[in-house]
């Protein structure tokens, strides 16, 4: 079984690390097949900040890549698929397919993502933890994703996996730029 996962706050590098991966795939002619969420309504194809860009199905759940013939699968913002799409995963690694994956590893609120713990109780063989600059104070390593509305921390009240559909801004904070609720 190899399960590598890329984890880690917006602006990270994650999606851009994931690209460069299957472009070389793409060379090598090794039969591979990238997704990503339905629920991720900002573009159709996985796309880094550094410019780069490739092809991906969008679709609704991980059931639906279970019939696939691939012998390598990539997926991005994992955050977005339920919890029992971890259950799909561990299925796809006993058939001997390598699986690379991409995401937040953390909410809005500092919580991790269940989808996100289930994957890490499969001992992937790999765990790479992406950090940016803080974009609040410009110095220090951001680890967390922090969540605005109308220039205002978004502290409680959203689904953990908040779709960026424009009504909202991320930034990448810090560990003391990070705002927490009562509940972390």
Partial sequence: MELTL???PMKSGKSF???NYFTSLEKENIPFRLYQPLRNVRDEKIWSRDGIEINAKKIDSLSEIEKENVEVVGIDEIHMFPEEDAGIVKDLLERGIKIIIAGLDTDYQGKMFSV????LELKPSR???KKAICEICGKAEA??????RDKEFVLD???SAVPDDGTYIYKSVCKNCFKKTSVV
């Fill in 157 to 159: 009240g959203l689904s």
């Fill in 127 to 129: 765990v790479e933890y």
């Fill in 17 to 19: 690390e994931l690209i």
């Fill in 116 to 119: 996100v713990r289930k994957l």
């Fill in 143 to 148: 680890i967390y994703t922090q969540v605005f």
């Fill in 6 to 8: 890329i984890l880690g």
